[in-house]
């Protein structure tokens, strides 16, 4: 049974760095996708980043392009967010997620991503 596992959030100070991990246990992904979520309060839920396990699909949202990062370790099974020049807007729990991988761009957009973690929250004060 496939277990995510977040962590990384925190308080932080808008400008700070911070990077995300996510550790994707109890069976083998190499064959699909991993994704980054966040949710404010009151807000739906935001697609962040995704990527396949090869690193050789990434797909951003328009929005947070430039500012995100998203990799993955193969040999720890291990999914990263780097996130720079934080801003009170990024506020939000931040959810990985497995899904299936897929061609074409902005497909990760498109796909469900059915297994999820149980999110890390971060807090960006100005």
């Known amino acids: 049974q496939a277990q995510l596992v977040e962590s990384g959030g925190g308080l932080v100070q808008a400008g700070d760095s911070l990077t995300l991990s996510c550790a994707a246990g109890?069976?083998?992904?190499?064959?699909?996708?991993m994704g980054w979520f966040r949710q404010a309060p009151v807000k739906d839920r935001e697609f962040v980043a995704a990527?396949?396990?090869?690193?050789?699909?990434?797909d951003y949202a328009d929005s947070l392009k430039g500012r995100f990062t998203i990799s993955v370790d193969n040999a720890k099974n291990m999914v990263y967010l780097h996130v720079n020049s934080l801003k009170p807007e990024d506020t939000a729990t931040y959810y990985c997620?497995?899904?299936?991988?897929?061609?074409?761009?902005?497909?990760?957009?498109?796909?469900?991503?059915?297994?999820w973690g149980q999110g890390t929250q971060v807090t960006v004060s100005s």
């Open positions: 997620a497995v899904g299936p991988d897929c061609i074409g761009e902005g497909c990760y957009r498109r796909v469900e991503f059915a297994i």
């Open positions: 109890g069976r083998t992904y190499s064959a699909l996708a």
């Open positions: 990527i396949n396990w090869s690193g050789s699909n990434v």
